[in-house]
């Protein structure tokens, strides 16, 4: 009897080590390919905070009662670094004559903008897509700018890449708002 329950045991052990594979999500950014540029006539500077919430490497989706992390969904890279990125990229394919920086280039030269961008609540939802609340301010010189909006898309597709996707299409509406306040 103890050789038959001693076996049960090590199944059982054995079944729960199990594991299944990670995957890796990333933002993709503009899907017009940004042109090389060797002079640019304003420099951007950014900078953007996330939710403490949401910034981290597992993916959180939001439901009525809270948030459920998914250990096996992750991000490939930090989220608020790809967020960043990704918004640079979006404005930059909107202002061919802007380049974005998170840090200060030596230009002295151009004239520098900085744009701070707060997302208040960033929540992805199975079937119902990204919701991403953001408040911004850009400033140049001494006029300032400022804004806060709430931006929604429908998932662009099933399962955790649909929500991946519509978070994409969220980033760019705030980059469609981000160059109103440009110079």
């Known amino acids: 009897m103890r050789a038959v329950c001693g076996l049960l045991c090590a199944l059982l052990a054995g079944g729960c080590a199990v594991s299944r594979p990670d995957h890796f999500h990333i933002l993709a950014g503009p899907s017009q390919a940004l042109e090389a540029r060797s002079a640019f006539v304003m420099q951007v500077n950014l900078r953007v905070s996330l939710p403490t919430v949401v910034d981290r490497s597992e993916m ?34 909107r202002r061919p004559s802007v380049i974005v920086t998170t840090r200060s280039i030596a230009q002295p030269d151009s004239p520098m903008t900085t744009i701070a961008v707060e997302v208040v609540e960033l929540s992805l939802r199975k079937n119902l897509g990204a919701t991403l609340e953001a408040r911004w301010r850009v400033q140049h010189g001494t006029e300032v700018a400022q804004g806060r909006e709430t931006f929604t898309a429908a998932p662009a597709g099933a399962g955790f890449d649909g929500l991946v996707q519509a978070l994409d299409v969220c980033i760019a509406s705030v980059a469609d708002r981000l160059v109103t306040g440009l110079p």
Do not use: C, K, M, Y
Request: proline content about 3%.
């Open 60 to 93: 959180v989706l939001s439901h009525a009662g809270g948030v459920t992390v998914f250990e096996h969904e992750r991000w490939a890279a930090p989220l608020s670094e790809q967020f960043s990125n990704i918004l640079g990229q979006d404005i930059e394919a």
